[in-house]
């Protein structure tokens, strides 16, 4: 009899020495980890859900700023500058004084101007987010 026939002394199933013996863990599904979307992080509320939520959050308010300050340093100077410099109130144009005319003409095209800039990068931030959610 060779060492590859003889029955292994402790073992109860009295498999032979040499032969592969394949060792498994009962808990082996439970090892596995399962894939959690971003989705399922936010719709679960999870503090990762949390910090994404944050953080979408925090790139519109950072957008709003921008463009409120941006509004205020033009137009809320512009009253000061015409106070300062008093010979421009003297200025006409078609009948019209020049101070009006920046704040009707010049005003109007920088609010629509900036309104539209605001909602291009606002649906771009979320356009950014929702790839993120898809995983793209």
């Not at 205020?72 to 000061?80: E, I, K, R, V």
């Not at 990068?121 to 950014?128: I, L, P, T, V, Y």
Request: hydrophobic share 50%; proline share 6%; charged share 20%.
């Amino acid at each position: 009899m060779s060492a590859a026939d003889r029955p292994v002394p402790d073992d109860p199933t009295g498999a032979r020495a040499g032969a592969r013996v394949r060792v498994t863990s009962p808990r082996t599904s439970a090892a596995r980890t399962r894939s959690v979307s971003i989705a399922s992080e936010i719709d679960e509320q999870t503090r990762l859900g949390e910090v994404y939520i944050s953080s979408l959050m925090r790139s519109q308010l950072r957008l709003a700023v921008v463009v409120l300050a941006v509004l205020a340093s033009t137009l809320g100077l512009l009253p000061l500058a015409f106070r300062a410099v008093p010979a421009v109130a003297e200025i006409r144009l078609l009948g019209v004084p020049l101070p009006w005319l920046l704040l009707t003409v010049a005003a109007f095209s920088e609010i629509i101007l900036l309104g539209w800039f605001y909602v291009r990068r606002s649906e771009r931030n979320e356009a950014d987010f929702s790839d993120l959610l898809a995983g793209r």
